[in-house]
């Protein structure tokens, strides 16, 4: 934890974090997480958390690019209730 709060490593974090660096000519957006409400374990459980999903969708709608989120662990889902497969066919023929 040390190290992740380091100045360093704080300015690095900050260059590529990937939820302010959303803009509105950003492409749609599809996420699907299986995880449940549990607190994180590890690293890996925390950056994939299903309430990191919800990150995603509310930095997306702030900038306008449309999104589809699904966890249902946290009981989010998308009415359109398309698949993965559904949403990128949509948008490739697009």
Known sequence: MEELYSPEMTAYRKKIDMLSLFSANDAPVYVFNNGS????RNNGELYHHPFHATAVKEAAEKVGVENQ???PGINVSDPRGESPLEFTIRYLKN
């Open 69 to 71: 989120i699904y966890a």
């Open 37 to 40: 409400a549990t607190p994180p």
